[in-house]
């Protein structure tokens, strides 16, 4: 990376997710560039417990608050929770800006009529225990014990380099649940919203997630964690349903009230592509990012 920046000579290096950050920042060090560091989600180090990550947490917060504080070193995070972490670390407020996500193409991602029954969820994400895959199931088990005919289609696949991506076996059982379908990566993610009726992702943590952005975007109603980051765009009441963290009670609730109620799924809907509309394009995203890049770079033109 040092041999990268040396030859390349940017004046301006946007690190993004805890890895790259670590690594960037160190291969600037004693360069002209200015590092802009995301940190998006906080990652594994901030919110598994395994005891290699506790050992490794404390080593990891020292060499971020130094490196986050250097001269020429701004740090970016999606909501205001995130911000917080990173003052708790000791990183100087003033180095911290916030912009939510990286923004979602309204052009590309439309409003979509609902499909035709049975009524069904879909989940995207990453297969790994923190996006709270095994919760949603335990659920969807919960609602087929009420006799509730709906589907739930999986789109994702594990992360090796996670120490919780779920393992292979277990994902391959899923496929012989009823009513359950593993589908894989998804490239059309526009397409998986034009089958589905329901967003879910009962997430541990996020820093804004695209999926439910991507959901919002399709006038798909919205079931979240009250986690950081899924409450940016999940609102009570509004565009969906918050419930309490691994929760499989108020998560199948959650779920049966709108599988339910195909008024109050509209409602949501469209609410939710106003919001994205407003808030979280990809346009307004990407002007905000130019702007703060100017700023970092002292220019104002």
Same mark, same amino acid.
């Given at each position: 990376m040092r041999k990268l920046y040396c030859g390349l000579k940017p004046d301006l290096a946007h690190h993004v997710a805890l890895p790259a950050t670590v690594v960037g920042s160190l291969a600037a060090i004693g360069l002209p560039v200015v590092c802009l560091n995301a940190m998006t989600g906080?990652?594994?180090?901030?919110?598994?417990?395994?005891?290699?990550?506790?050992?490794?947490r404390p080593v990891v917060r020292l060499a971020l608050r130094r490196l986050l504080n250097r001269p020429r070193a701004a740090v970016l995070v999606q909501n205001l929770d995130d911000r917080a972490v990173m003052e708790r670390l000791g990183v100087n407020g003033e180095r911290i800006a916030v912009i939510p996500g990286s923004?979602?193409?309204?052009?590309?991602?439309?409003?979509?009529?609902?499909?035709?029954?049975?009524?069904?969820?879909?989940?995207? /994400?990453? =297969? @790994?225990?923190?996006?709270?895959?095994?919760? !949603?199931?335990? +659920?969807? #088990? %919960?609602l087929g014990q009420r006799d509730r005919d709906i589907r739930l289609l999986i789109a994702g696949l594990p992360d090796p380099a996670n120490p919780t991506s779920i393992p292979p076996r277990e994902i391959e059982a899923w496929s012989r649940r009823p009513?359950?379908?593993?589908?894989?990566?998804?490239?059309?993610?526009?397409?998986?919203?034009?089958?589905?009726?329901?967003?879910?992702?009962?997430?541990?943590?996020?820093?804004?997630?695209?999926?439910?952005?991507?959901?919002?975007?399709?006038?798909?109603?919205?079931?979240?964690?009250?986690?950081?980051g899924c409450r940016e765009i999940a609102c009570p009441g509004?565009? /969906?349903? =918050? @419930?309490?963290?691994?929760?499989?009670?108020? !998560?199948?609730? +959650?779920? #049966? %009230?709108?599988?339910?109620?195909?008024?109050?799924?509209?409602?949501?809907?469209?609410?939710?592509?106003?919001?994205?509309?407003?808030?979280?394009?990809?346009?307004?995203?990407?002007?905000?990012?130019?702007?703060?890049?100017?700023?970092?770079?002292?220019?104002?033109d």
């Open positions: 906080l990652g594994t180090m901030f919110i598994n417990d395994t005891a290699k990550v506790r050992m490794a923004g979602v193409d309204i052009d590309a991602m439309m409003p979509l009529p609902e499909p035709a029954d049975p009524v069904t969820l879909a989940f995207v /994400g990453r =297969l @790994v225990e923190s996006k709270g895959i095994r919760t !949603l199931l335990a +659920a969807h #088990d %919960r009513n359950v379908k593993v589908l894989g990566f998804v490239e059309d993610i526009a397409a998986l919203w034009a089958r589905a009726h329901i967003a879910v992702l009962p997430s541990y943590r996020e820093g804004l997630p695209l999926s439910l952005l991507e959901a919002a975007a399709c006038g798909r109603p919205l079931v979240a964690t009250d986690v950081p509004v565009n /969906g349903f =918050l @419930v309490p963290l691994d929760d499989t009670e108020a !998560l199948a609730d +959650a779920i #049966d %009230r709108l599988a339910l109620d195909p008024k109050l799924r509209r409602k949501f809907g469209k609410a939710g592509r106003e919001l994205v509309e407003l808030k979280f394009s990809s346009q307004r995203i990407g002007r905000d990012v130019v702007s703060l890049y100017r700023r970092l770079l002292g220019r104002t």
